[in-house]
Each structure stands twice: as C-alpha cells, then as structure tokens.
C-alpha cells in the first residue's frame, strides 16, 4: 500500500513538473503578452531620458507589444537596478544601465551587486561628457577654468545629473591632472543642471550629449570633451586630452533585466534591441543628441560588465568621490 501511494505521489510530481516546465515554456514563446516597462534611472529631458524613449518607441514596433518608460531618479542612477531586485524574471520589468552602476558598490553601501543581480541584454548607445559653461562666461578654455581654481579661494563649482556619475568622474579627473579641487553640485539629471548653468547657479557643468542643443542655439559654450577623439557631432569642441589633461571617461549605455531572465527571452530583447538601432526615430534622435551607437550582444555586454566592474575599483581608489 505504501509502495503504491509513494509511486503515486512521484508520478503526481512529475507531472506537475512538467506542467510547469510547458507552462514555462509556452510563456517564453508567447513573450511579450503585455506592456513591457523600461526604467530610466534619471529624471526626465536629459539625455538618459531621451534615448530610453526613443529606444521604447522603437522596441514597440520590434516587439508588437507596447514598451512604456518609468523614471526614477537619483543614488547615481542606479535606483533601476536596485529596482531589478524585486521584478520578477519574465521580461516585463527592465532598467537601463548607466555604468555608474559599477562603480557605486565601491564609494558606498549598495543594495545590489551589478554582477549576480542583473541580467545583461545588450548595450547600444554610448555617449560622451562635456565640460560646459554659460554663453557669457570668462571662461574660454580648460585651463581658464583650472587657472581660476588655482588662484580664487571660492573655486570652481560644477554640476553634474548625479553624485558618482561619469560626469563627476570626468571633474574629479582633471582635477587630480591640475592638480586643484573643485566643488561637485550634483542634481537629479542633465536637464536639472543645465539650468543651473543657465541661472548662474554653478559656474561649470559636466553634461552628456544634450549640451548639444544648448550649444547650437548659442547659450552654452563647451570646453572640452572626456573621449579619446572628438565624436562627429562635436567636431569643433578639443578632447581634454588635446587640452593637455588625461581625461577620458567612457560610458556605453545598455538594457538589463533582473537575475535569471530565461536565455529564449534575453535573445528574444537582444535582437529587437539591435533591430531598434536601424530605426529611423532612434536614428533621428542618436544624430541630434550627437550620440554614438555601441551596441554589444548579451554575451559581449556580461563579459563587458564584469571587466568594467573590475576596473572601476582602480578608478574609484584614486579618486576621491565623496567630496
């Protein structure tokens, strides 16, 4: 009697198991079946923001299913990831990665770890960090700005979309070369402190591509940029490197979901992500914004961020952050 419930109840599990397991399966296939969420960890109208929704629009049309953006500024942008810890693995709930993201867990407590909670899906666009200042500053080059620090005891002031950003990096960087500190006023995001810029609020400002704009229509006027060569769109503004400061801060942007995203829906975003690219909206918005395409698979995109992770701790232990 008891060999016979014992056999009965391991059949029962299979057969459960392997219900689940189709289950499984068949909602892999079906993916997507519903809106799918992107959260953009910074405020809305920067440069993070417009390329999430222009990226949104397009993946709606890739993957027949509705593709809306959240945001959620602040802690570096890294608020999308920490986000990821909750989200159940099926797709629907994806963030953006900033790589700020690998470089927090080395200034301050993380709720995350950007290796073990994150599934990569792919990277696509990379964008640049721009040494800025109002139409009517003194300031003509890098080294007006580093003579000044040198020789005011009030500084030089910059805001930045965030504390621990690239874009705080870029600072920190020069500041190391000239060897003079500067102060960092961070905000929520690129719009925040291009305002501040424009009311005189800070002094300079490290910004992504949607300087562009500002600088087109004459309000704005950019010092240098942290690449290794000046990108197209800012063809006319020197390198800090031509400036004479080692200053090159790197920052592919790319799409991840939470941990143990099935294999048959990462390839699925993968392709739709790198179909998007081809896109005529992306493509209007990646040239207005200046920004560079970079895209990477799901495979090339895990091995970059755990390389990235690494080396930002060499970063972040010569560089002091939390000033």
């Not at 940029?225 to 080692?246: L, Q, W």
């Not at 990477?296 to 995109?301: E, K, M």
Request: one cysteine or more; charged letters at 20%.
């Amino acid at each position: 009697m008891q060999r016979r419930l014992f056999n009965t109840a391991a059949t029962l599990a299979l057969a459960c198991t392997a219900t689940l397991g189709a289950t499984a399966a068949r909602a892999q296939a079906d993916y997507p079946n519903q809106p799918v969420t992107i959260i953009v960890p910074f405020a809305p109208g920067g440069t993070t923001d417009v390329v999430g929704r222009a990226l949104a629009t397009s993946l709606t049309k890739q993957l027949k299913q509705s593709v809306i953006v959240e945001n959620k500024p602040g802690a570096g942008g890294t608020l999308g990831v920490v986000d990821m810890q909750r989200a159940k693995p099926d797709g629907y709930r994806l963030t953006m990665v900033p790589v700020g993201v690998f470089r927090q867990p080395y200034v301050q407590k993380t709720q995350y770890d950007p290796i073990r909670d994150l599934t990569y899906i792919a990277s696509f666009t990379a964008y640049d960090f721009i040494l800025a200042v109002a139409a009517d500053s003194p300031f003509k080059t890098v080294k007006d700005v580093v003579e000044y620090a040198k020789t005011h005891k009030e500084g030089v002031d910059y805001g930045t979309p965030g504390k621990f950003t690239g874009n705080q990096v870029a600072m920190a960087l020069l500041g190391k070369a000239a060897g003079v500190p500067f102060t960092h006023v961070p905000y929520k995001g690129d719009s925040e402190a291009i305002t501040a810029l424009l009311g005189g609020h800070v002094k300079t400002m490290v910004s992504t591509n949607g300087i562009l704009n500002f600088m087109e229509t004459g309000k704005v006027r950019a010092l240098a940029i942290a690449a290794d060569k000046r990108p197209p769109a800012f063809a006319n503004v020197p390198t800090f490197k031509e400036a004479g400061y080692d200053v090159v801060v790197p920052s592919p942007l790319g799409l991840a979901g939470p941990r143990g995203l099935p294999l048959p829906i990462v390839q699925k975003l993968d392709a739709a992500v790198k179909a998007a690219l081809d896109d005529p909206e992306m493509q209007r918005v990646i040239k207005t914004y200046g920004i560079r395409t970079d895209y990477r698979d799901h495979q090339a995109y895990s091995e970059f961020a755990r390389r990235n992770f690494e080396a930002e701790k060499t970063i972040v232990q010569s560089l002091n952050l939390n000033d």
